[in-house]
């Protein structure tokens, strides 16, 4: 009988030659986040141009899910809107009318016989800049941290906060870390199981809103509790509750280092530009 072909092994696909870094991830990430609020607009617009091309050239966007970006739309609306009607029912102060036709009145008649007409013209517009600046800094803030959660796995993303926090927790810096492995490995988990439970809900037949508003929360809870369980026995099995798996190893790269010191540079100089 003649002997059957041996076949070779498949390839083994090679490692990547360039991993990502989790701690120069997050350093950047914690460094926008706190500028994100202090930037002017034009400063809002080339952060918001360069997180959209690193979703588009990069393979985040792949990883993106509709879910994901339509809760996150929601939260922001529903802040601009309150942030509107607050700006509306406060006490902004508008700037004084001019008199028309008064001393220096260059050409401006039409411009203050509006602001006469409209008197709360000036405050609306207000009103309308500070809230749109508001979604701008929140969308930005949640693109920054879904940039961060995406790039890099709950758990090299907890081995970069141990890197952060040692200095200042030393050796008991890995248990805030687990937690935050553990909140950031939950979210998008919790967050799809109320998408399914809702479409659930929504194939069994209309419900009533008050019956509904008690029933989806309680099955979320219901789920999550046993997948909390199970959660749990596996961090146990692989040990993660220890300080000995989190010990992180990074190593240096300077041209990295530099790039991401380069990129802290140009956010703090944006800083800078006329509002």
Not at 73 to 88: E, G, Q, Y
Not at 140 to 153: R, T
Not at 170 to 192: D, E, K, N, S, Y
Not at 247 to 270: E, N
């Amino acid at each position: 009988m003649p002997a059957l072909p041996v076949l070779p092994d498949p390839p083994v696909p090679p490692d990547s030659p360039d991993p990502p870094d989790p701690h120069l991830h997050l350093l950047l990430a914690g460094c926008y986040g706190v500028l994100v609020w202090h930037l002017p607009p034009l400063g809002l617009a080339v952060v918001a141009a360069g997180l959209a091309g690193l979703f588009v050239a990069t393979p985040l966007r792949r990883r993106l899910r509709p879910g994901m970006l339509r809760g996150h739309a929601w939260f922001v609306l529903a802040w601009v809107v309150l942030r509107f009607a607050l700006a509306c029912l406060g006490t902004a102060e508008t700037p004084p009318l001019p008199v028309i036709g008064g001393e220096g009145d260059g050409g401006g008649g039409l411009f203050d016989a509006l602001r006469l007409a409209w008197p709360d013209g000036p405050l609306l517009a207000h009103a309308a800049r500070e809230s749109a600046l508001l979604g701008v800094r929140l969308a930005l803030l949640i693109g920054i941290g879904l940039a961060l959660a995406l790039a890099a796995s709950p758990r090299a993303l907890g081995l970069a906060l141990v890197w952060l926090l040692r200095p200042v927790l030393g050796a008991r810096a890995w248990q805030p870390a687990l937690g935050i492995a553990l909140m950031v490995h939950f979210l998008p988990m919790a967050q799809g199981t109320f998408t399914q439970v809702s479409r659930a809900a929504d194939l069994r037949g209309p419900l009533p809103l008050r019956r509904r508003a008690v029933l989806l929360p309680a099955a979320v809870l219901r789920i999550l509790g046993q997948r909390t369980w199970t959660q749990t026995v596996a961090v146990a099995a692989r040990g993660l509750d220890r300080p000995e798996a989190w010990r992180p190893d990074f190593p240096f790269r300077p041209v990295r280092w530099a790039l991401a010191l380069l990129l802290v540079g140009l956010g703090v100089g944006m800083t800078f530009l006329p509002v």
